[in-house]
């Protein structure tokens, strides 16, 4: 009867040794999935708040050159457009190109003074999309000086009244979507689709551009 019940007790003992042992594994499996669902998630928090980090610090570099890039694509733009009038009234009147030709020179000044807005102001965009948009602002301020101060095999001299017209209302509009490019970088938001730069100089019986749709009316 003892010998009975000692090997009752051992064999609950070892069924109990077993269970503990098999418990022992899954809680040592739970601590593990546990222990590396924890470190994902802190490298994950990690991650976002780096990038949380990084992305307010690009948003103060650029708020630095804020100013500069909204006088050239504001202020410039409206003294840009003036320029185009004029030379516009001097094609009206007949005026050739020369050397004396204050429009020309007012387009010349402009053309150096946004390359310069430019030049200081670029270093401080680190994203390579936005960097290369407000650089075609310099790139259509040079195409506007070239159509009075060049030509080429499809374009006349000197420029025509169709030809200011028409970069008159796409420069305003260009700039326009520039604007609100950069006020969405200001805010942390992402940038708009990408779009070609209207070609100011091109033939007059080209097709028309257009800026794209969603620019608010504020920009």
């Known amino acids: 009867m003892i010998a009975t019940d000692w090997g009752g007790t051992a064999i609950t003992a070892a069924a109990a040794l077993v269970a503990a042992i098999v418990g022992g594994v899954f809680v040592l499996l739970a601590a593990k999935q546990s222990l590396s669902s924890s470190v994902s998630e802190a490298k994950a928090q990690r991650d976002a708040d780096r990038e949380a ?3 307010q610090f690009r948003r103060e570099l650029l708020s630095k ?3 500069r890039l909204l006088d050239a694509l504001w202020t410039k733009e409206r003294e840009l457009c003036e320029a185009l009038h004029q030379c516009r009234v001097e094609v009206e009147q ?3 190109v020369s ?3 204050p429009a020309l020179k007012e387009l010349g000044r402009l053309d150096l003074a946004v390359y310069q807005d430019m030049i200081s102001s670029l270093p401080f965009i680190h994203d ?3 960097r290369e948009r407000m650089r075609s602002a310099a790139q259509m301020v040079n195409d506007c000086y070239n159509i009075r ?3 080429s095999p499809d374009t006349v001299k000197g420029g025509t009244v ?4 028409r970069a008159m209302i796409e420069v305003q509009a260009y700039f326009k979507w520039l604007r609100w490019n950069l006020a969405l970088a200001l805010q942390g ?3 708009p689709p990408s779009i070609e730069m209207p070609q100011v100089r091109r033939p007059e019986n080209t097709p028309g551009w257009s800026p794209p749709p969603g620019i608010p009316q504020w920009t």
């Open 53 to 55: 980090a990084d992305q």
């Open 65 to 67: 050159a804020a100013d």
């Open 94 to 96: 007949g005026l050739a």
């Open 99 to 101: 050397v004396d030709d």
């Open 128 to 130: 390579k999309n936005l």
């Open 149 to 151: 101060a060049g030509s």
């Open 162 to 165: 169709a030809t200011y017209g």
């Open 189 to 191: 938001e992402p940038l």
